[in-house]
């Protein structure tokens, strides 16, 4: 992306200088979605079923998930677990608000993860930061 | 902080305009490290350990930890979840390298997880990008 050169001529032996391409190198979407559904954001097993399916989306593997939900009206935190990384959310249902970060390495793409997140949770507003790792 | 009101006069009765203080009020802070001993970022015990301890060093309550080793000479994968949000890990031992991020909200402090796990992983070098979340 941002790091091609943009030669296309030379040996075809692949790149001989700069840093190797790195197996490490991911994206780290922050978003902070306002105006979700009370209700949406104080269900777990919704939650969970959700970041699952965007995990799917972005062609991630899951290996687990794990959800934590801190009691009636409250909110929720939970992780899937992936082999490209992770995705989490934290929810505050009394702010209509979840906090949520999509790390993903390798060939998953994760702003399909947040696409698909957009579309179940229905935010009002959102937020995003982007970070390259690596 | 950056939302104060300039003002101090008025009845005392509370704030009665503007955002009100948000209990989801956090900071992110996602920190690659470089140059880690390859041995340590991929003994997934000993990383569960580092980062329980560096989440009660920020003065943070623990609700678990799920940790995933690839295999022999590969990385780790591990999650410990917060009351206040979490502390990852993914680790490449391949390329000395982890990619951390340290999410906390409330009056717990990720700077103090940061400086934490600094220690304890001595990378030859850091990169830090500071989100605040909310």
Redesign the interface.
């Known amino acids: 992306m941002s790091g091609q050169q943009g030669q296309a001529s030379g040996p075809v032996s692949g790149p001989v200088s700069g840093p190797a391409p790195?197996?490490?190198r991911?994206r780290?979407l922050?978003a902070?979605f306002h105006g979700v559904a009370a209700a949406l954001l104080g269900d777990a097993a919704a939650l969970e079923r959700e970041l699952v399916e965007a995990a799917r989306a972005a062609g991630a593997r899951v290996?687990?998930a794990?959800f934590?939900h801190?009691g009636a009206g409250a909110g929720v935190?939970g992780?899937v677990?992936?082999?490209e990384?992770?995705i989490?959310i934290?929810s505050?249902p009394?702010?209509l608000?979840a906090?949520l970060?999509i790390?993903m390495?390798g060939a998953a793409r994760p702003e399909l993860a947040l696409r698909r997140l957009r579309a179940a949770l229905a935010p009002a507003s959102v937020r995003v930061?982007d970070?390259a790792?690596?």
Request: proline fraction near 0%; hydrophobic fraction near 35%; include cysteine.
């Open positions: 790195h197996a490490a991911g780290h922050l902070d290996l687990g794990h934590h801190f935190t992780v677990m992936l082999s990384s992770h989490s934290h505050w009394e702010h608000y906090a970060d790390f390495c930061h970070v790792r690596g």
